[in-house]
């Protein structure tokens, strides 16, 4: 029995890029939207060859009416934005960067500087990354990836090694500056921005395009999905294949990590959201997007249900999933059915703000939708269980003497 969402999601605010009469067609699909790693600066593929790098807190409080006089969701047009308005020094600015080809995939990193470059005996670098380094890496149409500098929308480093579209980027969130790009040539490829964008590795196993790649929270694992069914996990350590997940009947086109790294989700054209424990490689929970479930055979075809995207919010608790069927739905991990959804035609990718609060969906006309995610208070018996997975795996925690059942919510078992 299928219970039907309790509530429809709230919607703030949208940004819209002015489209003339002949430009109706392909090329213009916001394919990757992302937030900062400290929640400064918000970014999208606007179509065609452009990326907009807008300050956060700015666009947010437009939306919620703070900035402005209108009440209710605000449309905001990214033509002449700044309009030759005087932003105080010091302050985010927002930037229009034209990336030469198609905008495919785009992620930021932020850098530590007492994180070192993966080489040895290194004695020069063009670069030195400084604590409030902030860096944007954008994935082209033709293969190349492209790292820029987001205070000032510079172009840094031009990285070419791949010989299709890079679909995907993902930087490792230690602050290392190591990058991974995800390629329809069926490799990933690993960057030291450090080393001044030196290629450190070569993931072979795709046997056809990959989509989409996420590190785990402790960079030690990288996450990549594709055609053929495909889940791989690998050790970024060793650059070694961990293992592959079998479960999907379709290509897997998005994943992403919890918080704590106890929990990968990805989501596939058959239909599906499958919850994974990737330390041992079983699933926990699916979430359904068609009623009922395609069998396999079917799962394999064309369908108004194929799920485009998945985002983990920051709370561990709630999940956000796009698909085909016109529909965002909200999920949390401990129910099977969305607790709110909200319209969005065409819509292509997805990721929440770093503090949870908002989601923002890309769609294929270029423009940015955002609603306010449901709001909850998180149990304190899930915020210890967060902060025991965030440094304990599976395999630790079956080991703990303590209660089966306290065993079993500590793996997630329950979901």
Same mark, same amino acid.
């Given at each position: 029995?299928?219970?039907?969402?309790?509530?429809?999601?709230?919607?703030?605010?949208?940004?819209?890029?002015?489209?003339?009469?002949?430009?109706?067609?392909?090329?213009?699909?916001?394919?990757?939207?992302?937030?900062?790693?400290?929640?400064?600066?918000?970014?999208?593929?606007?179509?065609?060859?452009?990326?907009?790098?807008?300050?956060?807190?700015?666009?947010?409080?437009?939306?919620?009416?703070?900035?402005?006089?209108?009440?209710?969701?605000?449309?905001?047009?990214?033509?002449?934005?700044?309009?030759?308005?005087?932003?105080?020094?010091?302050?985010?600015?927002?930037?229009?960067?034209?990336?030469?080809?198609?905008?495919?995939?785009?992620?930021?990193?932020?850098?530590?500087?007492?994180?070192?470059?993966?080489?040895?005996?290194?004695?020069?670098?063009?670069?030195?990354?400084?604590?409030?380094?902030?860096?944007?890496?954008?994935?082209?149409?033709?293969?190349?990836?492209?790292?820029?500098?987001?205070?000032?929308?510079?172009?840094?480093?031009?990285?070419?090694?791949?010989?299709?579209?890079?679909?995907?980027?993902?930087?490792?969130?230690?602050?290392?500056?190591?990058?991974?790009?995800?390629?329809?040539?069926?490799?990933?490829?690993?960057?030291?921005?450090? +080393?001044?964008?030196?290629?450190?590795?070569? @993931?072979? =196993? %795709?046997? *056809?395009? /990959?989509?989409?790649?996420? #590190? !785990? &929270? $402790?960079?030690?694992?990288?996450?990549?999905?594709?055609?053929?069914?495909?889940?791989?996990?690998?050790?970024? +350590?060793?650059?070694?294949?961990?293992?592959? @997940?079998? =479960? %999907?009947? *379709?290509? /897997?086109?998005?994943?992403? #990590? !919890? &918080? $704590?790294?106890?929990?990968?989700?990805?989501?596939?054209?058959?239909?599906?959201?499958?919850?994974?424990?990737?330390?041992?490689?079983?699933?926990?929970?699916? @979430?359904?997007?068609?009623?009922?479930?395609?069998?396999?055979?079917?799962?394999?075809?064309?369908?108004?249900?194929?799920?485009?995207?998945?985002?983990?919010?920051?709370?561990?608790?709630?999940?956000?999933?796009?698909?085909?069927?016109?529909?965002?739905?909200?999920?949390?991990?401990?129910?099977?059915?969305?607790?709110?959804?909200?319209?969005?035609?065409?819509?292509?990718?997805?990721?929440?703000?770093?503090?949870?609060?908002?989601?923002?969906?890309?769609?294929?006309?270029?423009?940015?939708?955002?609603?306010?995610?449901?709001?909850?208070?998180?149990?304190?018996?899930?915020?210890?269980?967060?902060?025991?997975?965030?440094?304990?795996?599976?395999?630790?925690?079956?080991?703990?003497?303590?209660?089966?059942?306290?065993?079993?919510?500590?793996?997630?078992?329950?979901?």
């Amino acid at each position: 029995e299928v219970s039907w969402p309790r509530s429809k999601a709230k919607f703030i605010g949208e940004l819209l890029v002015p489209v003339a009469p002949f430009d109706q067609k392909s090329g213009r699909e916001t394919w990757t939207v992302a937030f900062a790693p400290d929640g400064s600066y918000f970014a999208w593929s606007q179509g065609h060859r452009i990326v907009t790098l807008v300050p956060w807190s700015k666009c947010l409080k437009n939306f919620v009416g703070e900035g402005s006089t209108g009440a209710g969701p605000q449309r905001l047009s990214r033509q002449n934005s700044e309009g030759g308005t005087v932003v105080p020094v010091g302050e985010p600015r927002e930037h229009t960067i034209d990336c030469g080809d198609i905008v495919w995939g785009l992620a930021f990193g932020s850098s530590v500087p007492e994180k070192q470059s993966r080489c040895v005996n290194i004695e020069w670098h063009r670069f030195k990354f400084g604590q409030d380094q902030l860096l944007l890496a954008t994935g082209l149409n033709n293969g190349r990836v492209k790292i820029w500098d987001v205070y000032t929308g510079k172009l840094l480093l031009n990285l070419m090694d791949h010989t299709d579209i890079v679909r995907d980027l993902t930087f490792a969130p230690d602050g290392s500056l190591m990058l991974v790009s995800a390629s329809r040539d069926k490799t990933l490829r690993v960057w030291d921005l450090k +080393d001044d964008g030196n290629m450190v590795k070569v @993931l072979r =196993g %795709h046997q *056809n395009w /990959v989509y989409c790649s996420a #590190f !785990s &929270p $402790d960079s030690s694992v990288l996450c990549s999905v594709g055609a053929s069914k495909s889940v791989f996990l690998w050790d970024m +350590d060793k650059y070694s294949l961990i293992r592959k @997940l079998e =479960g %999907h009947h *379709n290509d /897997v086109v998005s994943c992403e #990590f !919890s &918080p $704590d790294g106890a929990l990968l989700a990805t989501a596939s054209y058959d239909t599906r959201v499958i919850i994974w424990d990737p330390h041992v490689g079983t699933v926990l929970l699916e @979430l359904a997007h068609l009623f009922p479930p395609p069998s396999p055979i079917f799962a394999g075809g064309a369908n108004d249900r194929w799920v485009r995207s998945v985002a983990f919010c920051h709370d561990g608790r709630h999940i956000a999933s796009i698909t085909d069927d016109r529909m965002v739905r909200f999920w949390t991990i401990d129910e099977k059915s969305p607790k709110t959804i909200a319209p969005l035609i065409n819509g292509l990718c997805c990721a929440f703000s770093i503090d949870g609060s908002v989601l923002a969906a890309g769609s294929r006309d270029g423009s940015v939708h955002f609603w306010a995610c449901p709001k909850g208070i998180a149990s304190l018996q899930h915020l210890c269980r967060m902060a025991l997975r965030r440094v304990m795996s599976t395999q630790q925690v079956q080991k703990l003497p303590i209660p089966p059942r306290i065993r079993s919510y500590l793996s997630y078992q329950d979901l």
